[in-house]
C-alpha cells in the first residue's frame, strides 16, 4: 500500500539528513518542522546545532575555532625536533659567543657545562658544533684517527652522517641547493636543512683521549686555501652566570622559531599540510609574520595544549602507540627512545607518536641509540611517576632498588631531570647524577645498589643520593653503556622508584 504524501516527505527528510550528517536522528534533538526550530547533535565538542540540515552560524564559529586550535596544538608537537634544533643553536651562539656566519667547536664537561642541553648525561663530556650552512656555506670537517665517535643531525634531529669509523677521513657538510667542487677528496655530506649539528665523544682516558678532543679541525670551504686555526670555546659558567638553555620555548617565542625555520628551511613534501595549517596561521613562506589578535589567541593556547600532549606522550606510553617501548610487563621504565627509527621516514609512513615522544624530552638521534647489538652503543630507560603512579615530586623522598649486574658492557648512569625544562637538576649539591664509575658508590652485599632521590640527605646514604626541590617536579634517566642481552630480552629486573613514608 502506497504511503500518503506527507508521511513519504518525512521519511525522505530523515533519510536525507542521515546522508548529509553521517548519524540517525537519534542522536539529534528537536525537530524539523519549521526555520526557527534547531537540532542539537550532541558531540566531543558539546552541543553543535543544525537548522534542518544546516549547521547553524554560531556553531559553525564555534568548529572552526576548534579546528584551528586542534591544529595549533598538532603543529606545537610537529615542530618540537625543529624548535629543538633552532633552541640549541640560539643557545649555543649566546653561551660561546659567536655568530652564524663563524665556525666554533664547543666544549661541554660536567654539571655546570653540559646543563644547557636537553636531558644531557653528565658522566661524559660532548663536543659539539652548531652550523648554519645558509651564513657559512658549505664546511670542512676533518676528523683524525683516533677513539672519535659522534653524529650529524639535521634540523629534523635525523642523522645525516655517523661519526666514528675510527680512522682519518674529511666531510664536507652542503646545505640546501649550494654548490661545492665534484673532485672535493672526502665524503660529501649533504644536508636538506641549513641549520644542522654534530657532536662526538672520545672513547678512553687519558693525555692521549684529552688531545683528541681538540684534534678534529673545522673551516669553511671558502677558506679551505688557507684554513684559520679551528675555533675551540670552553663552556664554563660561573654560579649566577647568565646561561641560554636549549629548551624549546613557550608561548609566542615557540612560534618565532617555526617561522625562522619555514623562512630560511626548504619545504619537505611529507610537511605540506602542516604548511597549510600554518599559513591559516600567520607563518608562510615570503611573508612577514604578523599574527593578527585571533592568530596570536589560538597560537598561545595552541602551543600551551600541544605541550601538555607532548609530556602526555612521552611520559605515559602505551603499548597501542609505543609496542616496544615499555621495559617488561610492569616494571615503571620506558625506553626513552619510543621505539623510534633515527630515519623518522619509514617505506609506508613517516613516524609522529615517536618523533613527539623522544624530542620532547630529549635532543639529537644516532644508530647507536637504537643499536640492537648486543655490547654496542647505548640504551635509555626513563621513570616518570613512583611506584602508585604519582609524579616523582621534590618535596618527597624516593628509594630506586637496582638488582645486581646492570646488562651494561661498560658502565650506567642514573640522572634526574627536571619536568619544567628536561635539564639535570639544579641543586645545592651540585650532583644531578650516580653511575657505576663514581667513586663512592656504596653497593650492598649482593652486588644491588640503593639510590635515594629527597630534599634531604638520608643519614648513612649520602653518597647514593641525588638532592631534588621543594615544588619541583623530576624524572629519572638509567642509562645503559653497551646493553647487554638481558636487556634486549628484558630479562633483568627493573624496580619502580617506591616513595619512601
Known sequence: MMKSTGTLKIALSALTFTMVTGCSMNGITGQNSTD????????????IEFQDQTITKASAEKLNRAI??????????WALPITSMYQGHEAAKANLGFNDDEVVIGLYE??????????????????????????????VVEIPAGGIFGVANNAWQEPI???????????????????????FKGKVVQSDTFVLGYFYRVLGLGAEADALKTAVTSYKLSEAANPPKTTYVTFTPKPGDKVTIGTQPRGMEYWD??????????????????????????????QPFNPTDYQKEILL??????????????????????????????????????????????????????????????????????????????????SYYDSE????????????HIEPNPPAALFWSITIYDIQNRLIIQNDTRRSDISSRSKNLVKNSDGSVDLYFGPKA????????????????????????????????????????????
Open 301 to 382: 593556547e595552541g602551543v600551551t595544549t600541544g605541550m601538555a600532549m607532548g609530556q602526555a606522550t612521552a611520559f605515559n606510553k602505551t603499548k597501542e602507540k609505543f609496542a616496544s617501548s615499555l621495559y617488561g610487563n610492569d616494571s615503571g621504565w620506558e625506553d626513552a627512545m619510543a621505539g623510534m627509527d633515527p630515519r623518522i621516514d619509514l617505506e609506508t609512513y613517516s613516524m609522529f607518536n615517536e618523533r613527539t615522544s623522544y624530542t620532547y624530552e630529549a635532543v639529537t638521534t644516532s644508530s647507536g641509540m637504537v643499536s640492537r647489538v648486543p655490547g654496542k652503543g647505548s640504551a635509555y630507560l626513563g
Open 458 to 501: 638520608p643519614v648513612g646514604h649520602e653518597n647514593n643520593w641525588i638532592q631534588t626541590n621543594e615544588g619541583e617536579s623530576f624524572f629519572a634517566y638509567l642509562r645503559l653503556y653497551g646493553p647487554e642481552q638481558a636487556y634486549f630480552d628484558q630479562t633483568y629486573p627493573m624496580n619502580k622508584i617506591e616513595k619512601i613514608k
Open 36 to 47: 526557527d526550530t534547531l537540532n542539537t547533535q550532541n558531540t566531543y565538542l558539546g552541543s
Open 110 to 139: 660536567g654539571y655546570a657545562g653540559v646543563y644547557p642541553f636537553i636531558t644531557a648525561n653528565v658522566t661524559t663530556p660532548y663536543t659539539v658544533s652548531n652550523l648554519d650552512l645558509s651564513a657559512t656555506g658549505p664546511v
Open 161 to 183: 652522517i655517523e661519526i666514528g669509523s675510527g680512522k682519518k677521513e674529511t666531510l664536507l657538510f652542503v646545505g640546501p641547493g649550494q654548490d661545492y667542487p665534484k673532485d
Open 257 to 286: 622559531l617555526v617561522n625562522k625555520y619555514v623562512q630560511k628551511e626548504p619545504m619537505a613534501n611529507r610537511d605540506r599540510f602542516f604548511y597549510a595549517w600554518l599559513k591559516d596561521l600567520g607563518i608562510e613562506k615570503g
Open 389 to 400: 603512579g604519582n609524579a616523582l615530586m621534590g618535596g618527597n623522598n624516593y628509594k630506586l
Open 68 to 77: 584551528d586550535l586542534q591544529r595549533a596544538a598538532q603543529l606545537t608537537l
